[in-house]
C-alpha cells in the first residue's frame, strides 16, 4: 500500500469553474499535509499547507484534512488557464521529518 | 531568501557514464533530501541528511549511485555507471526541523541517459 494516493487524472474543468483534488494516506500518525504546484518541466512548488482538521483558505486556494477518513483535499475556486499542473500531495510522516508524496494529479483548465 | 540551488538544469550522458549533481540547501535548513522524479510520477526519496548524517538511504541504489553531505551544507549526488533507467529530474530538497516544518524544492537536474 502507497503512503499517500491520488488519483493521476486528467481533471479537467472549464475556466471559472471549482476544481477539487483529493488525496489519502495511510499513515494515521502524519502530522503535516501539503500541497505543490508543478508544471511541467519545473520543480514542485508549494502553495498550501494544513496541520489540523478542518478548512484552511489562501486566496482562490482552500485546504481540507480529515484526520479521521485520512483524507486531504484541495480546491481552486475560479480556475484559471494558468492553474493547469500536476498537483502533488505530501504527507509528513511521524518519523524523521520523512515527506511522502503521492504521485499527482494532473488539472487541465479550459478556456 | 535564497532558494535550493542545483546545477547542473539539464545533463545528457551515454549509459555506463559517470555524473554528479549538487545542491545547496536554504541557508540554515539542516536537512537536505534527494529526490528521483520520472516523468509522470511523484518524487521518490533517493536520500535524506540530517546535518551531514544519513538518515535514510533505503532506496538509493547503492550499486551506482553515492551521495554526501561534507560539512553539513552543500551536498553531491553520483551516478556511476548510468544507466537508462536513470533518466529523470533530480530534485534537491531542503527543510528546518521543527513543528512546522516545510519542504522546498531546488530547479532539478534533469538527466537524460543514451
Known amino acids: 500500500q502507497k503512503e499517500v494516493e491520488q488519483n493521476s487524472g486528467p481533471l479537467s474543468v472549464p475556466e471559472g469553474a471549482i476544481a477539487s483534488l483529493n488525496c489519502t494516506y495511510s499513515d494515521r500518525g502524519s502530522q503535516s499535509f501539503f500541497w505543490y504546484r508543478q508544471y511541467s518541466g519545473k520543480s514542485p512548488e508549494l502553495i498550501m499547507f494544513i496541520y489540523s482538521n478542518g478548512d484552511k483558505e489562501d486566496g482562490r486556494f482552500t485546504a481540507q484534512l480529515n484526520k479521521a477518513s485520512q483524507y486531504v483535499s484541495l480546491l481552486i475556486r475560479d480556475s484559471q488557464p494558468s492553474d493547469s499542473a500536476t498537483y502533488l500531495c505530501?504527507?509528513?510522516?511521524?518519523?524523521?521529518?520523512?515527506?511522502?508524496f503521492g504521485s499527482g494529479t494532473k488539472l487541465n483548465v479550459k478556456p | 531568501e535564497a532558494g535550493v540551488a542545483q546545477s547542473p538544469r539539464y545533463k545528457i550522458i551515454e549509459k555506463r557514464q559517470s555524473v554528479a549533481f549538487w545542491c545547496n540547501p536554504i541557508?540554515?535548513?539542516?536537512?537536505l533530501y534527494w529526490y528521483q522524479q520520472i516523468l509522470g510520477q511523484g518524487p521518490k526519496l533517493l536520500i535524506q541528511?540530517?546535518?551531514?548524517?544519513?538518515?535514510?538511504d533505503s532506496q538509493l541504489p547503492k550499486d551506482r549511485f553515492s551521495a554526501e553531505r561534507l560539512k553539513g551544507v552543500d551536498s553531491t549526488l553520483k551516478i556511476q555507471p548510468a544507466k537508462l533507467e536513470d533518466s529523470a529530474v533530480y530534485l534537491c530538497?531542503?527543510?528546518?526541523?521543527?513543528?512546522?516544518?516545510?519542504?522546498?524544492f531546488g530547479s532539478g537536474t534533469q538527466l537524460s541517459v543514451l
Open positions: 541528511f540530517q546535518n551531514n548524517g544519513v538518515v535514510d
Open positions: 541557508s540554515g535548513h539542516a536537512t
Open positions: 505530501a504527507v509528513r510522516g511521524r518519523n524523521f521529518n520523512k515527506f511522502y
Open positions: 530538497a531542503s527543510s528546518s526541523p521543527g513543528l512546522n516544518e516545510k519542504l522546498f
